[in-house]
């Protein structure tokens, strides 16, 4: 599980104390942007993260300029939004260390082509909703039969990150009928943009886990 967005130490600690995989910072710009060294003192502020992994989130920013911020903010993962071709993945393969992923947002009818173009050459491939003028957390749902129908054409990237609108309410439905290897949250567990309810984080966990209450 990824909770993605994160502000404040508070609910990045929240988020590991349920067990989450993987804790997402935003350095593409929005409500929930941060710096890389509020990213790292964020992260650092942390007790017993473990084997959590760091991920950021990244626009159009050119490589030399991510793969600062990733060394700056102690990345393990950068996740690529926007226009990422393949000449920036391999610019990044030859000089970050960590794992690539690139974010393939759709709307309507998802093509495996599309998919099978987005997951090249990189580890993990997160598929979140297109919206227009907004990178990620806009709360809106993807049509998950569609997409599975899509996945079952195309061949499954290493990593399948489920995004888009996802919540308490409709996670365990997305995972039944898609089988992400991640889920991602961000607005479905807010507040308020960057603000985290640690109950809305708590009944989120439990529904991606099976688990009532």
Excluded at 192 to 208: L, T
Aim: hydrophobic content about 50%; some cysteine; aromatic content about 4%.
């Amino acid at each position: 599980m990824k909770f993605c967005g994160l502000t404040r130490a508070a609910d990045a600690a929240r988020a590991v104390s349920l067990g989450a995989a993987y804790l997402g910072v935003i350095f593409a710009g929005g409500p929930r942007l941060r710096t890389a060294t509020e990213a790292r003192a964020l992260f650092n502020g942390i007790a017993n993260a473990g084997s959590v992994r760091r991920v950021g989130v990244f626009g159009a920013q050119p490589a030399a300029e991510i793969v600062t911020i990733a060394a700056e903010a102690g990345l393990d993962v950068v996740q690529l939004h926007g226009e990422s071709g393949p000449a920036l993945v391999d610019a990044l393969r030859a000089s970050f260390g960590g794992e690539v992923w690139r974010v393939a947002r759709v709307r309507g009818a998802t093509h495996e082509g599309a998919l099978r173009e987005a997951a090249a050459g990189v580890d993990g491939l997160v598929v979140d909703a297109l919206v227009d003028g907004q990178l990620g957390g806009t709360g809106v749902t993807l049509d998950w039969n569609a997409l599975a129908r899509a996945l079952e054409s195309a061949r499954r990237p290493p990593r399948l990150i489920l995004a888009g609108g996802l919540n308490a309410a409709n996670v365990g439905e997305a995972v039944r009928l898609v089988s992400p290897d991640v889920v991602d949250v961000s607005s479905g567990v807010e507040s308020a943009p960057g603000i985290k309810d640690h109950e809305r984080m708590r009944a989120f966990f439990s529904a991606a886990q099976g688990r009532a209450g």
